[in-house]
Structure formats: C-alpha cells, structure tokens
C-alpha cells in the first residue's frame, strides 16, 4: 500500500498554487492522475520517484517511508524501486536496446532479467539495433522493458504514450495491461487520454488546481450523466461562418474536425481557439463499425 500525503507549491501559468494531496493507493492497483496541464500530476510521480522534494509530509510505501518531512526521511531515487516511463523515452542514442536494459541494472541484480523482458516485450529481433533506428512504439516498449529491470514493485507512467497514433497506443495499452498483471506491479498513470483510462485503470483521480477534485472509477469521473440518449463531446473553435441566420462552427474534436450548426446565441462569446461542449439528445444514433480505410482517412 502507498500512502500519500504531500504539499508542495507550485508555479503554474496562472500563477502559484499549492499542490495538496492525500490519499492511499492499494497494492496492484492500476491507477491515473487526470487533469489539465499544471494540475500537478507529472510532479506527484516526480515526488513519489524522489525527483522532486516535497515542502512537507510522507510517503510511505508498504511500510517503509521513503520520505518524511517530520523524520528528515528523504530516500534517493537508486534506493527507490520504482520504474518510471517517460512521455520522451530517454533511451541512450548511443545505446543499442540490449545496452539500454543492461545499463538499467544496479549492484547485485540478475542480469537474466533483460533477456527476459527482451522476450516477454518482443524485443528479439530488435536488441542490437540504435533507437534512431526504431520507430517510436518500438522506442515505448524499450523504455518500458528498461523500467521492469530492476523488477519494481511500483511503475510511474507519464503520458507514455501520447506521442504515439492510435493504432500503436492501442496496441501498447494492451501491452500495457499484460505487463500490469504479469510482473504484480501498483501501476501510476498520468495520461489526457479518457479511453486509455478506461481501458487500464480501475481507479482515477481528477485534479484540479492542485487538489483532487474528485475520485472514483473512470465511468463515475467521466459518464456524469447517465441518461442514454446524451452524448457529450469537448471540443476547439477552428471557424467561425455566418450563414444566414444560423453559424456554421468548424471544430476540432479530438483528431476528428467536424461542422457543426449554431444559432446567434449559442455562437456569442466564441472565438477561435474557444473551446466548447457539444451535447446531442438524439435517441436513435446511427452507429456503424469503423473499417481499416476508415482509420486511415
């Protein structure tokens, strides 16, 4: 079990803002931070790897305190088994992929465990090659196998997978799980991406401001509305066009940019860049499967 409770400030774009947390995360629990740019989930997982220092409070983590502003308890990140995954990778470009896992190991740990991961993530066929010359799922799944190494108990994810098409991030998501349950870890992740949470975590927190504004399962946190002719979408104002009496909106919604009709109320108060809510109360949707050269368009 990991207990957390922290503050620390924090300068945001709006300015400082104090970053308080409390809360305990089960052992095996795959869990995300949720929130807009700022809220302070990068810097939770910064803080429980030992990266960043806290102002005050603890972390303890089955048992141990890895730190404690009270006991002057600050563990640094080596005594630290954690593995962290960044949005970046940071493999080393001089490295080949067998190299990168083996710089990973630490004094006394088993070297059996790179050719191990080399398996069990389908690195074979790429352990000798240079990260330049692996594309970027290929690059994730080295930074992921790097981070099992020294077999952690805890694994902190940030945005691992943005970077990615979604192809390839749904492909790694699964990856992902399997990783999850195969190696027992209590998984950490920070990601924007509300179905990658729903596909992998049980549990989620949504930080605003620097401070849970709620917690629950992804569906309690994302689906507030449970009525099942509603659809709900959030979008960005690309265009605005007057046509007659009515607006037409371009609007970029996720990697989709749709039209959308709106009347002289609706459209007051919009600018480019605005970002705005799109509700639909139809009751008979039409719904079809997406094919391949759908995904491709």
Partial sequence: ??????????????GSLELMLETTIEEGEFIAFFGQ???????ILRMIAGL??????????????????QKRINLPPAKRPIGFVFQDYA?????????????????????AIVEELIEVIGLRELADRLPAQLSGGQQQRV???????????????????SALDH???????????????????????????????????????????????KAGTPSEIFVKEKISSSFKFVGEVLAIEQCEMIYLLTVAIGTQVVKVMATEREREGLTIGSPIQIVSKAFHPIISPITHDDREQ
């Fill in 1 to 14: 079990m990991i207990e957390l409770s922290v503050k620390k400030r924090l300068l945001s774009a709006e």
């Fill in 91 to 111: 493999l080393f470009p001089n490295m080949s992929v067998k190299e990168n896992l083996r710089f990973a190991l630490q004094k006394g740990d088993n070297p």
């Fill in 37 to 43: 740019s700022g809220a302070g989930k990068t810097t």
């Fill in 143 to 161: 930074a992921m196998a790097r981070a099992l190494v020294r077999r952690p108990r805890l694994l902190l994810l940030d945005e691992p997978l």
């Fill in 167 to 213: 192809a390839m991030r749904h492909k790694l998501q699964d990856e992902l799980a399997k990783i999850h349950q195969r190696f027992g870890l209590t998984t950490i992740l920070v990601s924007h991406d509300p179905s990658e949470i729903f596909r992998l975590c049980g549990r989620l927190y949504h930080l605003e401001q620097g401070c849970i504004k």
């Fill in 52 to 69: 960043e220092t806290p102002d005050s409070g603890h972390i303890i983590v089955n048992g141990t305190p890895w730190f404690d502003s």
